[in-house]
């Protein structure tokens, strides 16, 4: 639901990239301390993820109901145990495994079906252009949650949905991001030196545009990695996420609602997760984008 | 903070204000505000209809039956049958043919006279209509027939001992053909209530009936709210918007409000019977021994306690105490075993994959996954499938599709027994012509004492060929406002709430 | 000229309503079969499948699927659910007095919260409490909307019982209550609004505290809090229109879930239960609703950012 506008003062408006092409930038910059701070609270979710192939506390789909609701620190629960007596804190790190597949898929179909896209209209140029600035005109207010809601209605529940609904809708905006940015590259001396060379279009995008512009990439994904894992949380939450046994952040807040009175503990900490990694890839993406283009917020700092 | 400021803040918290106040004169009266109105909050989710007879809603039958409409007669608490729109009845010596004397001066709410014309309309539709659910219930019926204005003729293809239970149920429910097709947006009965209004996605309004038959009710109005939140309806018993909270879903929640002395707590029998069903027809759930299996595989009481907050009572058979034949026979206990056991026996002991369907947004979801972890225990690994109600009702539930392994679920209608006998054996696809015809010798039985101890031997025979393995039959854990007096303590004949007795004092 | 503006500029949403009422009636109808099929699931017969089509309206060929549907929504038969056979329309109209209210109020709360909370941190924006809440904000933004709700409710509802945890009072019963209702579900949408509209209003002021004008206000006597909100909030209202033109429809899909969380019945709920049903026609008809509504929503906040910026008036 946090979706961000770019961080753009305008829509649209593509901030200028540094003057020398990537392969030639000297010094080192100073790394901010959001990118820092960001790059350590996104790495937490992975990072569980990963250890939880491996281990966890307790088995995170093994129930208890003896110890139903225990509190944090009681019977050997760390976080606590949910209304079946599973440990919370495992069913954290194996949640995180879910969140991060919804992510990582979606967004990398959206790079992928925006980079393709935004390739096809500055190598062919023409109509593409237009279609892919109508196009992401109408996606670029629109819920990521309705389009998702529709999925659901259509393919039944699971992850899907939210994937297919990441990639449907940033595939524009990656496309025009990716266009918007190219374009004026082609202006360039060392492009205008590769195509004198006799390089076509397309070799000049992939080999030399391209890498220019993966720090912008890279920070588009960012955002929308965080809007993904608040999506996959709120489809989980209403019902229409992955199915049960397998553990959701979402789906632990669902089931969580009816003991708010009697363990509001349960519906703490699966908050905290999401809060904490969408926290994560939001402030790695303002540091990212301070770190290659620090011109566009020097008047703000 | 600058004038333009509190200007423009009070602007913007006036327009939604506004926005919503336009709304206020949409469609409804002023609200009933009358000393003897009970607020309820039901435990169910709202009825998508008011149409009884065309809709499977238990909503429906909870607030409508014996309130609205009536049957011709009643199930007491006692499980013995009562006059009610019949005065009185006689059955033939071959107890097939029932003759029921209609009372007299019965009224509809709209004013026109009750006769047994509108007694044959309501059981011939209810016959012949394919889309009723009903329907099932009538065939066993050959003729309905009336004699004079005051008298009605059933006659039965065959001796039926549950006929009388299903006319005391919703399938007994009188209509007049007059009013019929309203049903859906504005039933009309003969019941002490009437029908006032439906605010829907709120709630549904009753008010007295002065023109009925029998004692009026004691209640100027009802109004039944459909709170979906369990903890909202806590609050809203705390907070005094509401004076009976019909069925407590969030079970951890009661030791709050049993310490709570503004209310009365009281448990209920119903004869809603939590189970786990299995689809017998479907290899290797067609083997004994795999059933067997997973039945000592189940611990009830971690299911009853984990999704109903320990206030089930534990069943061993398909069978609730509401029913004539209950017995606290249970073949299976707790044993897994005797469960691993049985499996590997049975050829499986690398472990089984089976499928549970199980229905979101009912007490059969949380259940799905207790039982799918104690079945993992013994090695088969359960996957769960949530489905919404009407794809499980058209693709589980229908028995000419039965499209599942297993499906958690629960049955909330007297003597259900019947359902099992074959063809079809309902969705669950029993083939037994030992239950068949134990069932077949119940139901002609000559008295009720015949009548049960065989019926119980068919459900000993169900309960050992584990074709459903029954968790608990479900109380009414009822919070109500000490000011409400006679609220019924006794059990739920088909979910309905008889609100005759009930008043508020001042 | 500024009629011009208004046609030309109202001609090309409505462009785009068409362009959006063909996708969703394409993914909803059309492609990875229609509403017949999702009901029956797989198991289905033919005869089944074909008699359902028939009773939905599917039997005709699917550029008339759409006109017919296109011709109901503008006459306003939007359809009959498959499940209840009640009418789409009748239960809309009476679900949009949940719905709008608390979308608006959701808006009011996260404008009440921002304009403030931005215009301060940007005029302390080197000391630490600017700085705080810039970080506040960055907090909020990645809290789920829901998470804030039933937080909230948890305190407010379910501890103290000052706001009712769930279910809503009609406005025709009772305007105070119908409020009272609406307050914990608008103020958790609020929060997470305003802490994304904080941001702008933050770098929006800052800008035009660089300005000339702002310097020459300053010249003349005022602080730096009189001169921005005399001069500097009408500039940074231009931007902050456009970003709630493109917030409303992350605002609206907010207020979605949030009436899932306290039992509205308003749209959102309408459409979650129809997709959890898989009642694809009043999916479809509502999503084209909300659509419309957020189509609506850009339009007037672009045709008003023109009016802000008489720079803009002869575009």
Known sequence: MTERATEFREPYEVPELSAEPVSRQRGRRRVPLTLWGGSLLLSLAPIAAFVSFFWTPKDPTAQDIEQRLSSPGQNGYLLGSDGFGRDIASQLMAGAQNSLVVGGLGVSLALLGGITLASLAVIRSGWLEEVIMRLSDVVYAFPVVIVALILSAKMGPGNLPGILAVAILFTPVVARLVRGSAVPLFEREFVLAARAYGRGRTYVFFRHILPNLSALVIVQATVMFAIAILLEASLSYLGLGVSPPTPSWGRMLRDAQQFLSVAPWVAVWPGLAIIVTVLGFNLAGDGLRDLADPKLHRAVR | ?506 | MIGHIILRRTASALAGLVVASVVIFLALSVLGGDAATVVLGDQATQENITALRQRFGLDVSPPEQYLRWMKGMVTGDLGRSHLTGAPVGPELRRRLPVTLPLTLLGLSIALLIALPAGLYSAVRHQRASGALISAGSQVGMAIPVFWAALMLSSFFAVRVGWFPSGGFVPWSESVPGALESLVLPAVSLGIIQAAIFTRYVRSAILDVMRSDYIQMARATGLTWTQSLWRHGLRNAAIPLVTVVGLQFGVLLGGTIIIENVFYLPGLGSMIVGAVNQRDLIVVQSVTLVLTAIIVATNLATDLSYRFLDPRLRSQ
């Open chain 2, 1 to 506: 903070m600058p004038r333009s400021w509190l200007r423009v803040a009070g602007v913007a918290a006036i327009l939604p204000v506004l926005a919503g106040a336009s709304f206020s004169s949409d469609g409804a009266s002023a609200p009933l505000q009358v000393e003897g109105r009970l607020v309820i909050a039901s435990e169910l989710p709202e009825p998508p209809t008011l149409d009884i007879r065309a809709s499977g809603s238990t909503a429906i039958a909870q607030l409508l039956i014996y309130n609205v409409q009536e049957t011709l007669v009643q199930l007491d608490g006692a499980g013995r049958f009562r006059p009610l729109l019949a005065e009185s009845w006689r059955v033939s010596p071959n107890r097939r043919t029932y003759t029921f004397k209609l009372r007299r001066g019965v009224r509809f709410h709209d004013g026109s006279a009750f006769t047994s014309g509108d007694v044959v309309y309501s059981f011939k539709t209810a016959k012949t209509n394919p889309a009723s659910p009903q329907a099932g219930r009538f065939a066993v019926v050959e003729f309905v027939k009336a004699r004079g204005p005051r008298a009605v003729q059933v006659t039965l293809k065959r001796p039926s001992f549950r006929f009388l239970y299903d006319m005391a149920q919703r399938a007994g429910v009188i209509v007049s053909g007059k009013t019929a097709g309203q049903a859906a947006s504005h039933p009309i009965g003969t019941g002490p209530f009437k029908f006032e209004r439906w605010n829907r996605g709120s709630s549904i309004v009753l008010s007295r009936f002065a023109g009925y038959w029998g004692r009026k009710a004691r209640l100027d109005a009802v109004e039944m709210r459909y709170i979906a939140d369990p903890n909202a309806q806590v609050n809203a018993l705390l907070a005094g918007d509401i004076d009976v909270l019909s069925n407590l879903r969030a079970p951890d929640r009661a030791a709050q409000l049993r310490a709570n002395t503004s209310f009365t707590f009281i448990r209920g029998a119903t004869n809603a019977k939590q189970q786990l069903s299995i689809n017998v027809s479907k290899p290797p759930l067609n083997n004994l021994r795999v059933r067997q299996a997973i039945a000592y595989a189940i611990d009830r009481r971690a299911v009853n306690v984990a999704t109903f907050g320990g206030f089930g009572t534990l069943t061993g058979t398909f069978a609730a105490r509401t029913d004539p034949y209950f017995t606290t026979y249970a073949p299976y206990p707790y044993n897994p075993a005797k469960a691993r056991d049985l499996l590997s026996r049975a050829g499986f002991s690398g472990g089984l994959d089976l499928e549970i369907k199980s229905i979101r947004g009912n007490i059969s979801a949380p259940q799905a996954e207790v039982v799918a972890a104690q079945l993992g225990r013994v090695g088969i690994r359960a996957k769960i499938t949530e489905l919404d109600f009407a794809t499980w009702a058209s693709t589980v539930f229908n028995p000419s599709v039965a499209n599942f392994q297993l499906t958690t679920v629960g049955h909330s209608q007297l003597l259900e027994i019947y359902q099992f006998v074959s063809p079809p054996g309902w969705y669950q696809q029993y083939r037994s012509t030992g239950f068949n015809r134990l069932m077949t010798a119940a139901d002609s039985a000559a008295d009720l004492t015949t009548f049960t101890r065989l019926a119980r031997r068919a459900a000993m025979r169900l309960a050992d060929d584990a074709v459903t393995i029954p968790f608990f039959a479900e109380s009414t854990v009822t919070f109500v406002r000490k000011r409400v007096i006679g609220w019924p303590v006794t059990g739920r004949i088909d979910a309905s709430i008889d609100l005759r007795a009930v008043r508020v004092a001042p």
